[in-house]
C-alpha cells in the first residue's frame, strides 16, 4: 500500500492551520510559544516529505536547521518568558500591553 | 500496513494539535503538544528520515518540551483567563485560518498526480549521507549554528538571572 506526498502535505497544511489559530486565540504567552513550535514542525513535516519526492538529502538538512535554530529560539524565549513574569506577575498577554513600566 | 500507520500517528498528531488549542491549562497543552512530536516522528519514520526522527525525539520531545514544562511549573501557571480583548482574533482568525488549509489542502490535493508515492523503504537516507552533505559540503553553516546556539544560551542566562 502507498500514501501519496500530497497527504502528508495536507497533515502538515491542517496542523500549521491549528497552530496559526492556536497563535491567534489562545491568551497564555507560554501557550502562545508552544503554539509557534507547533507551526516550526508542520513545516518540517512538509520539507522531508518534499525531500522524499525530490530525492535529496537537502532538504532533512534544511529540518536539521530549523530544529537547531528552534532550540535557541526555546531557551531565549523562554528566559524573555521568565522576565516578563517578573516584571508583571501574569502570563496573559493582554496585559502585556506596555514596553516600560 | 503503511496507509494504516500513516493514518494511525497522522490523526495522532491532529488530535493531539487540537488537543493544545481546547486545553485551558498550560501544562495540558505542552503535555498534547509531545504527542504531536513523538507522532511526527514516526512519520519521519515513514518518510526514511532516520537520523530526524531520532533527533525529533531527542531535541523536541526531549530538551524543548522539557524546558516548557519547567517554565511553567517554575511560574506556576494556573488555567488561562479568559478575557474580553480579542474579539477580532475570533471573527478574523477562525474563517482565516479555514480558508488557509482548505486552500493549501486544494493545492496540493489537486498536484497529487504530479507528486510521488510514498512506501516503505522506499528512499531511506541514512545518517552517513546527512553528515556527509552537512560536514563536506556545508561545513561553515553548521560552524555557524554552533556560534548561534553559544550566543542564545549566553542570552538565555543573562535574561533569566535575578536583576540587583
Known amino acids: 500500500m502507498v500514501v501519496p506526498i500530497a ?3 495536507v497533515l502538515s497544511a491542517i496542523l500549521f492551520s491549528i497552530g496559526v489559530g492556536a497563535f491567534l486565540i489562545k491568551r497564555n504567552i507560554i501557550t502562545v510559544f508552544m503554539s509557534i513550535e507547533l507551526m516550526l514542525n508542520a513545516v518540517n513535516l512538509s520539507f522531508v ?7 535529496r538529502v537537502q532538504g532533512q538538512i534544511f529540518v536539521f536547521f530549523v530544529m537547531v535554530v528552534a532550540a535557541a529560539e526555546a531557551a531565549v524565549g523562554l528566559a524573555i518568558i521568565i522576565a516578563i513574569f517578573r516584571a508583571r506577575s501574569t502570563l ?10 | 500496513m503503511y496507509l494504516v500507520l500513516f493514518i494511525l500517528f497522522g490523526g495522532l498528531c491532529v488530535a493531539g494539535a487540537l488537543n493544545l488549542l481546547l486545553q485551558r491549562h498550560p501544562i495540558n497543552s505542552a503535555l498534547s503538544l509531545i504527542v504531536v512530536m513523538s507522532s511526527l516522528a514516526v512519520l519521519y519514520l515513514l518518510l526514511g528520515a532516520e ?9 523536541y520531545s526531549g530538551a524543548i518540551m522539557v524546558l ?17 480583548g480579542s474579539h477580532a482574533a475570533y471573527i478574523v482568525g477562525i474563517p482565516g485560518v479555514a480558508i488557509l488549509v482548505s486552500l493549501l489542502a486544494f493545492i496540493f490535493l489537486s498536484a497529487r498526480t504530479h507528486l510521488a508515492q510514498a512506501r516503505l523503504g522506499d528512499y531511506v537516507v541514512s545518517t552517513s549521507d546527512l553528515s556527509k552533505i552537512l560536514f563536506r559540503d556545508l561545513l561553515l553553516p553548521f560552524e555557524v549554528t554552533s556560534i548561534l546556539i553559544l550566543i542564545a544560551i549566553l542570552g538565555a542566562v543573562a535574561l533569566a538571572s535575578k536583576e540587583h
Open chain 1, 92 to 101: 496573559n498577554v493582554d496585559q502585556v500591553n506596555l514596553m516600560k513600566l
Open chain 2, 68 to 84: 516548557f514544562t519547567f517554565v511553567i511549573m517554575l511560574l506556576n501557571a494556573g488555567s488561562e483567563e479568559r478575557t474580553h
Open chain 2, 51 to 59: 537520523f530526524l526522527a531520532a533527533a525529533q525525539v531527542i531535541v
Open chain 1, 49 to 55: 516529505a518534499f525531500a522524499y519526492q525530490w530525492h
Open chain 1, 7 to 9: 497527504y502528508y502535505l
